[in-house]
């Protein structure tokens, strides 16, 4: 392994984390290391690797004496941590749980400092932005403002990876996740649940009068920005936006995946929830459009993708 660039993925097993294990394991020059406890991530989400370049261990972050043993084993160069407790309902209904995750950050941010890893990437999320006070929201000029646990403990990750870099120059780039859609997404996420109800010709439930807007990324355009960002002289301690800035209703989207599927689904409209519903979102991606290789894909075009191999999301 002298010869290859040692890269440790937290988080690994999860949808967008094996998602970017599946893209840098194609470049035969790269080693990969997934380390996951499997809560929320799944083995059945790992890509076979082609060029004997990948490990996945077993283990949580949020515990020293695992991870420590990880990064003794291998000398990292680059670390992607994504590795946390996600989704919406799952972080309201566990509090103290998303605040365990800063115990994670510190024990990455503490490792690599000490074992020479040259950048830590992070998996930062659009929820630190909250209700959103301007449009598009700009990583610079945007107010920080949510006060949900999911969104602070990103927003102290974010502080911790500028507060190691000022005291012991450890490099960072750090990724604000709009949502993300692809194969491989667990079903209680918004596009894969529409689908999986779709499918079924089951009722979409919808909060509200479904007029919140979200903007919807695929998650290739996701990785392909990441991985050009991480080893970018470029990007280093930068924060950039990934995600789509074209604005979607809930309400269009459940309508739109009921055609795709030629479903009988009807909609349904529940209450809408008391908290963690934010009325719009539209990142400025001026940053994360430089690092496409290509153009950003449609809606459409990747709920079509999905819909070529559903079977991961129907039970």
Known sequence: MNDKRLILVTGGAGFIGSSLVEALIEDPSHYVVIADNL?????????????????????DVNDLDQITSVFHTFPF????????LVGVQRTLQNPVMVLDDIKGIRNILNLSKNTGVKRVMYASSSEVYGEPVEFPQNEETTPLNSRLPYAIVKNVGEAFLKSYYQE?????????????YGPKQSKDFVISKFINAAMKNEDITV??????????????????????????????????????????????LAQLIIRLTGSSSKIEHLPPLPEGDMTRRKPDITKMKALLNGSMISLEDGIQTILKDPSYILS
């Open 168 to 180: 012991f120059g450890l490099e960072y780039t750090i990724f604000r996740f709009f949502n993300t």
């Open 77 to 84: 160069e680059y670390v992607f941590h994504y590795a946390a």
């Open 39 to 59: 809560k929320t991530g799944s083995k059945n989400k790992l890509p076979l690797a082609k060029h004997n370049n990948l490990k996945f261990i077993q283990c």
């Open 207 to 252: 909060y509200g009068d479904g007029s919140q807007t979200r903007t919807f990324c695929f998650v290739n355009n996701n990785v392909d920005a990441c991985i050009n960002a991480a080893f970018s002289d470029a990007y280093a301690n930068e924060t950039l936006n990934i995600g789509s800035d074209i604005e979607t209703p809930i309400l269009d």
